[in-house]
């Protein structure tokens, strides 16, 4: 086929507008388009590549001389020739062009690469957030924004391995925080399902990462569990010197066992002193976000013991929302650390008890000495345990046992102020016992 049809740069530059020529052609699929951008030439190489007719772009006249055209049609012909299609391959390269484009535009921006690890885990983030909690959402980006991104953040989610993640984890072990490794494993490993899941990635190397981490040591909130030395603080925290609302926390949190923040953010509304009856809304309880939003309130019958002390602070904050009001700001509740750090006055230390370890001393005692039920026990501290045919307890199943209970509960609480008897162990009861 005849080539180098067009005699020299001269001919184009003898074009002029109004020329009634469409185009000049050189031979062997290659022209040049007259007047196709704005009084600008364009060239053109038509080809045939696997039966289909294409035509290839090879720059605008005159940046690309008459020469430097022939050049690039000749290289097109000899991919042709060689099994690859030129259009395709002008595609991929815009491709990565685009990519690295959008990889420098984010690196300005401040953002993660397309597809890396921290790319991918804020968008599985975005898409769970709504269904947790805020405070549990927010620990979790903060673990991994201090112990994964820095080190595999940048990393494709794809090239990840197991030993590249093993050795981030080991990062964790070192501090001592064996749970927290535990933790960001988890977290890792569901950024990974939602990889493959969404097609950025074929494998979770989380997966069988579990055993190869240091056991965690079982943690438990420090709590008195002999009766003797229970006394001994139910009969501190009535000598305390404290506000009366500090006073009436103090008296409450032993015996309904309740968890801090339940107890400390009350609001007078809740509670029906005629019917015994304190309603905790399921906003405020330890749930998933769609048991707080959806769920039933968690009922709390009240004994006599703790109807009389709220009724002798009802004239004090009964005039406001707030049942445990902050000293400086009665609009909101006292602060998280006000019945501690009376424990702490009192000279009990925190590794012996603390506020949120009334309830497993109750737990404990209501099984050993007062011979309750489990089930009921574990009702009443609102706890999501499943029987044996996994279904969950109901939030107002047991309600009367749980009144026996807690009546029963409040007058062994007297009897161990009274003096330094130490009730015997007893059989344990049914669920149904009274």
């Not at 020469?67 to 259009?87: L, M, N, W």
């Not at 957030?129 to 979790?140: C, E, T």
């Not at 595999?152 to 070192?174: D, F, M």
Request: proline letters at 6%.
């Amino acid at each position: 086929m005849a080539r180098y049809i067009i005699p020299s740069d001269a001919t184009i530059k003898a074009v002029r507008a109004g020329d009634p020529r469409k185009r000049l052609t050189d031979g062997d699929g290659l022209y040049l388009l007259l007047f196709v951008k704005g009084g600008a030439h364009g060239w053109r190489l038509d080809y045939s590549f696997q039966g289909r007719r294409k035509t290839l772009s090879l720059g605008t006249y005159p940046a690309t001389t008459l020469a430097i055209a022939r050049r690039k049609a000749e290289a097109a012909r000899e991919r042709i020739a060689e099994g690859f299609d030129p259009s395709q391959a002008r595609k991929e390269e815009r491709v990565v062009h685009a990519k690295a484009r959008e990889a420098e535009v984010r690196q300005q921006q401040g953002l993660p690469p397309v597809d890396s690890f921290e790319a991918v885990a804020r968008e599985w983030f975005d898409v769970k957030k709504d269904g947790w909690a805020k405070g549990y959402g927010d620990k979790i980006l903060a673990r991994l924004q201090a112990d994964v991104f820095p080190y595999v953040g940048s990393a494709p989610v794809a090239s990840i391995t197991p030993v590249q993640l093993l050795e981030v984890l080991r990062r964790i072990e070192a501090r001592g925080v064996i749970e927290t490794a535990h933790r960001a494993l988890e977290n890792c490993g569901q950024v990974f399902r939602y990889a493959v899941a969404t097609g950025r990635s074929t494998i979770n190397p989380a997966r069988d990462l579990k055993d190869a981490l240091r056991r965690p040591e079982p943690k438990h909130f420090p709590a008195i569990t002999d009766p003797k030395r229970f006394g001994e603080l139910l009969r501190a925290c009535d000598a305390y010197a404290a506000t009366p609302v500090v006073r009436a926390a103090l008296k409450l949190a032993p015996m309904l066992l309740l968890r801090p923040g339940e107890l400390r953010y009350a609001e007078w509304p809740e509670i029906d002193l005629e019917a015994a009856m304190w309603t905790v809304p399921a906003a405020r309880m330890k749930r998933e976000l769609r048991e707080k939003m959806h769920g039933a309130p968690h009922l709390v019958p009240l004994p006599k013991q703790a109807v009389a002390v709220l009724k002798d602070l009802r004239p004090l904050t009964g005039h406001a929302r707030m049942v445990f009001r902050g000293e400086r700001h009665h609009d909101r509740a006292m602060s998280e650390n006000t019945i501690n750090a009376a424990l702490r006055a009192m000279g009990f230390p925190a590794d012996e008890v603390t506020g949120h370890g009334f309830r497993a001393t109750a737990r404990t005692m209501l099984h050993e000495r007062l011979g309750f039920s489990p089930d009921v026990i574990e009702a009443q501290l609102a706890h999501s345990v499943r029987d044996s045919l996994g279904r969950a307890y109901n939030r107002t199943e047991f309600i009367e046992q749980r009144r026996a209970m807690l009546q029963a509960w409040a007058d062994f609480l007297d009897k161990l102020r009274r003096g330094p008897d130490v009730v015997p162990l007893r059989k344990v009861r049914s669920a149904g016992a009274r």
